[in-house]
């Protein structure tokens, strides 16, 4: 899938500024363009998938209370 077919309206570019990685869920901080940090939680597991590494240009995506993240 790619990013575009996802259908989510606040998407921020940044890079990954920290994770703090737990045994089931982790908590990653993306530094967005405009200067402001994302937190994104999710599972170890997808920290894992997705190949996230400080430093990684990813997409925060944002719909309601849940900020989801995609890689570029």
């Keep these: 899938m ?3 077919a996802i ?3 606040n998407q921020f570019r940044g890079t990954v500024k920290e994770i703090i990685e737990g045994p089931v869920v982790s908590e990653v901080d993306v530094l ?3 200067g402001l940090i994302v937190t994104s939680v999710i ?3 997808s ?3 997705l190949d996230l590494a400080v430093g990684r240009e990813v997409v925060a995506l944002v719909k309601s209370t849940e900020v ?3 890689t570029l």
């Design 43 to 45: 599972t170890t597991r």
């Design 32 to 34: 967005t363009a405009g």
């Design 7 to 9: 259908n989510v309206r």
């Design 47 to 49: 920290i894992k998938d």
């Design 68 to 70: 989801s993240i995609a």
């Design 2 to 4: 790619s990013i575009t």
